[in-house]
């Protein structure tokens, strides 16, 4: 695991994230996949929001039609970035 608060969080937005149609991700799983605070991973998550590396989305809604609220999701730049970085170092993440 890595200790830097950011890359966990941009690795666990990737795992949880990157899927073929873009699934979004409250604050909770990222919370149980790092272990960080929410007031860490609110922080984080900003930060990473205002570099173009994940987006906010509300009013999302479950394959069955029902409201599930808001999340993130990373973007294209956040997967180049983590995935330049897994190349160049060979570490490898989590997939599920």
């Known amino acids: ?15 949880l994230s990157r899927t073929d149609d873009l699934t979004c991700v409250p604050f909770q799983p990222i919370i149980d996949e790092t272990g960080y605070s929410r007031e ?14 994940c987006k906010f989305y509300r009013g999302l809604m479950t394959d069955e039609g029902t409201v599930a609220g808001s999340g993130y999701v990373i973007t294209e730049s956040g997967c ?12 490898q993440h989590d997939e599920r």
């Open 40 to 53: 860490d991973v609110k922080e984080v998550i900003q930060w990473l929001s205002g570099r173009g590396l």
């Open 80 to 91: 180049n970035i983590f995935e330049l970085f897994e190349a160049f170092t060979g570490d």
């Open 1 to 15: 695991m890595r200790s830097n608060k950011k890359w966990r969080i941009l690795e666990s937005l990737y795992v």
